[in-house]
């Protein structure tokens, strides 16, 4: 499927019939999708045979790369065996069991329980409910309120879109769901006062939590919920100080704590959850992408035994559930995934080279002209495009400037995901030294040009 007559045709049936997510249909109708036909390792290629590095992991996903035939082994012998039965009416099957203990295993030492959905959206949704329910359960209804952060993003479903904080998400929602409220990003990068010190921003980014919670009254708030890193918000990664207050604050007010791990789940921090490496200590998780590597669509909410107590203490049914929750085949393909994941000591290797290797490469581009900061933890990073690095001052237009960068990183056979004008980066876990050489050397160039481009906007 990849000579030029083919690739012009998909791209015009693509046009004709696909309306893809997160889009403008008028400019993907103008230009054309761009046609993904193979995958190896780190690589990708598309349908003019053009080799792509792939410095978003799919979408914050492919962790152990394209092309494991083991996986695509073990979804074939599930389907031999059974490809589907569903896990309604006291039925289950050996992949959902063996899947959730071993999540049971690695998640932190209380969170025990797994209820499984095909989306990082719908583990969100089921965390919502779970966490109303139980509430309920508890005696106390009227605490439905969820507080999350301004750039959060919990998945596009209206109830996971309202918990999201993004107004763009929120504006095609008509209307949002009641019962959420959105406090400060802890993004000391865009949001610090002159002169303030990461981690007395990270205080005060905290303690907003606190203020919301007291605005709204106590007995009112059910749950804070957070990604480790907010992700598709723009790789922001909070101070130190940030957690470990958030954390103090949800003790003091004994309301639930939903980590949102959907993309920090599965290594990407180094840990198997973020969780573990910023010392949360979460009531709920919600995971989805990188449980399988993305090769099979599986999610779920993993909680704590004070949840599930409650729930088994309850004699009647909780009344949610999808035909897909632990697909035996998505559980078979996760389970190989994870062991991939541990025989090939991919979690360490983020700490000892991945890691530090990312980190080494964006600081090369600290000093650029248009460079404002680069950060990263893990495997997770980001460059922040700037007009003026002393005041931290943006491009006019936000966003027209990370576009302009990211098509030089297109055409130079790079992905990296512009949020507005902050460049993202989820390498698969799988990078070496080359892939990270590579990277770097596409990024000086792209960055030059886009200097070039924007010259006359820069401050002097
Ligand atoms: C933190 C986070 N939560 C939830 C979601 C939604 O996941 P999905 O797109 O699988 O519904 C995403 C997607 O990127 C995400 O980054």
């Not at 249909?25 to 230009?31: N, V």
């Not at 704590?257 to 959907?262: G, I, Y």
């Not at 949360?280 to 995971?287: C, D, G, H, V, Y």
């Not at 590597?293 to 909680?303: A, E, N, R, T």
Request: aromatic share 10%; hydrophobic share 40%; charged share 20%.
């Amino acid at each position: 499927m990849t000579n030029q007559y083919q690739s012009a045709q998909l791209r015009e049936l693509d046009a004709l019939h696909h309306l893809h997510p997160f889009t403008n249909h008028t400019s993907l109708r103008a230009g054309g999708a761009r046609v993904i036909v193979r995958g190896d390792g780190p690589y990708i290629w598309d349908s003019e045979g053009a080799r792509i590095l792939d410095g978003m992991a799919g979408l914050w996903t492919c962790n152990v790369g394209y092309g494991r035939k083991e996986l695509a082994q073990a979804a074939y012998d599930q389907m031999i065996e059974l490809p589907f039965y569903n896990t309604f009416f006291k039925t289950t099957h050996p992949p959902v069991v063996a899947l959730s203990r071993k999540l049971a295993e690695l998640a932190p030492a209380n969170l025990n329980q797994v209820l499984y959905g095909s989306s990082g959206s719908e583990a969100n949704d089921a965390a919502i409910r779970l966490i109303r329910h139980y509430w309920a359960l508890k005696g106390e209804p009227k605490r439905r309120i969820i507080i999350s952060r301004k750039s959060a993003y919990h998945g596009s479903t209206i109830a996971a879109g309202s918990m999201g904080g993004m107004s763009h998400v929120h504006a095609h929602s008509y209307p949002v769901y009641e019962g959420f409220r959105h406090i400060i990003d802890p993004y000391w990068y865009g949001e610090s006062e002159d002169g303030e010190s990461p981690e007395d921003f990270g205080i005060r980014a905290a303690r907003a939590l606190e203020d919301e919670i007291l605005a709204v009254g106590p007995e009112n708030v059910a749950a804070f919920a957070g990604e480790p890193v907010q992700g598709a918000g723009g790789v922001k990664i909070a101070p130190e100080s940030y957690w470990p207050e958030i954390q103090r604050i949800v003790d003091k007010y004994g309301i639930l704590l939903l980590a949102d791990e959907v993309i920090t789940g599965f290594g990407r921090l180094g840990t198997w959850f973020g969780s573990q490496h910023y010392g949360i200590r979460p009531n709920l998780i919600t995971f989805a992408k990188a449980a399988t590597s993305g090769y099979l669509p599986l999610s779920g909410v993993i909680v704590d035994d004070k949840i599930a107590n409650v729930l088994m203490a309850h004699d009647d049914d909780f009344h949610h559930g999808y035909t897909f929750a632990g697909h035996p085949v998505a559980c078979a393909v996760a389970l190989k995934n994870l062991e991939i994941m541990e025989q090939e000591k991919l979690i360490a290797r983020v700490n000892e080279f991945t890691g530090p290797a990312l980190a080494k490469m964006l600081a090369k581009f600290r000093d650029h002209p248009i460079v404002g900061e680069v950060r990263s933890v893990g495997l997770l990073g980001a460059i922040e495009l700037v007009a003026d690095k002393s005041t931290r001052r943006r491009f006019a237009d936000p966003g027209r400037v990370g576009l302009i960068c990211r098509d030089h990183f297109f055409r130079e056979g790079f992905i990296m995901r512009a949020v507005f004008d902050t460049m993202v980066t989820a390498p698969p876990l799988i990078w070496t030294q080359a892939q990270f050489d590579e990277a770097g050397a596409v990024i000086q160039r792209a960055l030059d040009h886009t200097l070039n481009d924007v010259a006359r906007e820069i401050a002097a």
